[in-house]
């Protein structure tokens, strides 16, 4: 089992940024590759950007791309989502997740475990 804790979510103003974090605990966290989604109200939940074990390779969703960053830090076992130029659209609770894939992509289901979720709420 992984367990996984979001946190730094928060609301924002438009233009603004905001870094989430995901502490993981349980197996190893170097073994998983490691993605964030989100989900807007009334809406599916969407895949925003992945990251392999090592961190060498990351992905994004054309919606984030050039504003959103990725990262892991495998010593403190955290995933970290870096949020610039936020759009009301941004708005959604976002969940991090862990595959034992090596290469998950944006497909959910390749996706083992998942955290409760963090608020993001961008202001007009």
């Known amino acids: 089992q992984v367990q996984l804790v979001e946190s730094g979510g928060g609301l924002v103003q438009a233009g603004g940024s905001l870094r989430l974090s995901c502490a993981a605990s349980g197996r190893t966290f170097s073994n998983y590759a490691m993605g964030w989604f989100r989900q807007a109200p009334g809406k599916e939940r969407d895949f925003v950007a992945g990251i392999v074990w090592s961190g060498s390779s990351a992905y994004y969703a054309d919606s984030v791309k050039g504003r959103f960053t990725i990262s892991r830090d495998n010593a403190k076992n955290t995933v970290y989502l870096r949020m610039n130029s936020l759009k009301p659209e941004d708005t959604a609770v976002y969940y991090c997740?862990?595959?034992?894939?090596?290469?998950?992509?944006?497909?959910?289901?390749?996706?083992?475990?998942w955290g409760q979720g963090t608020q993001v709420t961008v202001s007009s």
């Open positions: 997740a862990a595959s034992g894939s090596s290469w998950p992509g944006g497909k959910e289901y390749e996706y083992d475990y």
